[in-house]
């Protein structure tokens, strides 16, 4: 099997493809900036250095799928992947987040997802060790009890823990307890992963064991959880974390059209956008934040920016952030051809997943062909009508149009129930014609 992170463009654009209708032109984009990230693996260490990543706009309305690209991106490779809203954020100097918490927050995001891969590696070990747990507590041996039969007895009741059969038998398990008080810290801008360590110093010291009486059930999870936590080397964890978000690392912009100036020489508002810009600009640049776990370098981590620009352009951007993202895509709005493909076609299509969580209760729900086709046109119109939120609009549409099934499911499991075009139109039509009714319901 081809490992992900050497996967060719042509294989990243059909990985894509499994998930995303449509957007080729922003799909070969993404897919030629993680392989140039291979490529510069493969380069000398002198010339290494001097490659930097290029930064990507995507330009396009809301529900087209620009998040979902940079998302299923990360996901393909194993990156550390964080999204954050530029707006949210303000130059140093006015009340907010400061912009260097972005790398903070990726680290913590990487620090999550390398120990739930280092936790798969234990798991099977954690759950032994668990279970040893678990026999100790239901068969104690006791000094002066004879040595086969208490073996004999584990063996026993080992099988029966195998099988889930003794789940609803209560344990005395010892827990940790946080009797940490409540205590909110305040921490300069800039200064937030001091509080964290604060925080976890003084948890620390305000831990205590206790017993508690608890079903095999819980137990077993929280034993194999404190088993997990022991296996796990949290100095590798860390180090690991720290390279993968140096050299993987992916920071999906939102709404950058929002800091966006839009007139030359402006007041105001204007002014605190130029400032988050100038803000963000040294660390898509390349600079080193420190944080918790140490100092990271963000000269190689991806950026993707993505915004409507519905009133600004990025040449609105200021000109020193507008050099840093050298390749810009747009997206295009999505019509009701594109609706029916992300109806059917992705492999977590809406109509599978509905299909599925009705199947839960024992009804199979089946749609026509052109029931299908009359929900895309549905949606479609409603769009053009009113704001177009593009494919969220299909989650709206096809909640009112399950409303009454998915309401009485319990009590038709062993049927089937068929979605017509005729019944597609009754339950939405009144509603679609009506658009100042749309606009609230749909």
């Not at 507590?137 to 063996?155: F, M, Q, T």
């Not at 009454?404 to 979605?419: D, T």
Request: hydrophobic share 40%.
């Amino acid at each position: 099997m081809k490992r992900l992170d050497n996967l060719t463009p042509r294989e990243i654009v059909s990985e894509l493809d499994r998930f995303i209708v449509g957007q080729t032109a922003a799909k070969k984009a993404v897919a030629v900036a993680l392989r140039n990230r291979w490529r510069r693996q493969q380069l000398d260490p002198e010339l290494r250095d001097e490659v930097a990543p290029k930064n990507i706009i995507m330009i396009g309305p809301t529900g087209v799928g620009k998040t979902e690209i940079a998302r299923r991106l990360a996901r393909l490779t194993g990156s550390p992947f964080l999204k954050v809203e530029a707006s949210k954020f303000t130059e140093v100097g006015y009340v907010g987040r400061d912009v260097e918490s972005i790398v903070r927050d990726l680290v913590e995001a990487a620090i999550q997802l390398v120990r739930a891969e280092q936790a798969a590696e234990v798991k099977v070990r954690a759950e032994r060790a668990a279970e040893d747990r678990l026999l100790d507590l239901l068969i104690p041996h006791h000094p002066g009890s004879p040595d086969a039969s208490w073996e004999e007895n584990r063996r026993a009741v080992r099988r029966l823990l195998r099988e889930r059969q003794l789940e609803d038998r209560e344990v005395e398990v010892e827990v940790s307890e946080q009797r940490m008080p409540t205590l909110e810290l305040f921490t300069p801008q800039g200064m937030e992963s001091m509080g964290i360590d604060f925080k976890d110093m003084f948890s620390g010291m305000f831990g205590k064991k206790s017993r508690k009486k608890m079903k095999v059930a819980d137990a077993r999870r929280i034993l194999v959880a404190e088993e997990e936590e022991r296996l796990i080397d949290r100095s590798q964890v860390e180090s690991e974390a720290l390279r993968r978000v140096e050299e993987q690392g992916i920071v999906f912009l939102d709404e950058i059209d929002k800091i966006a100036s839009r007139e030359e020489g402006g007041r105001g508002p204007d002014v605190s956008r130029e400032g988050v810009q100038r803000d963000l600009l040294p660390i898509v640049e390349g600079t080193t934040v420190n944080t918790r776990y140490g100092a990271v370098c963000t000269d190689h981590v991806l950026f993707i920016a993505a915004g409507a620009f519905h009133v600004s352009r990025p040449s609105d951007l200021i000109p020193e952030l507008q050099g840093r993202f050298p390749i810009r895509v747009e997206l295009h709005a999505l019509d009701t051809a594109d609706f029916v493909r992300i109806l059917t076609e992705p492999e977590n299509s809406l109509i599978r997943q509905y299909t599925a969580l009705l199947a839960t209760e024992g009804v199979t729900l089946e749609f026509e062909p052109e029931a299908v086709e009359t929900i895309a046109d549905m949606a479609a119109r409603i769009n053009a009508a009113a704001e177009n939120i593009g494919a969220r609009r299909l989650h709206t549409v096809m909640e009112h149009l399950l409303e009454e099934i998915s309401f009485e499911a319990p009590e038709h499991a062993g049927k089937v129930h068929r979605v017509t075009a005729a019944a597609v139109r009754e339950r939405l039509e009144p509603l679609v014609s009506d658009s100042d009714l749309a606009r609230y319901i749909l």
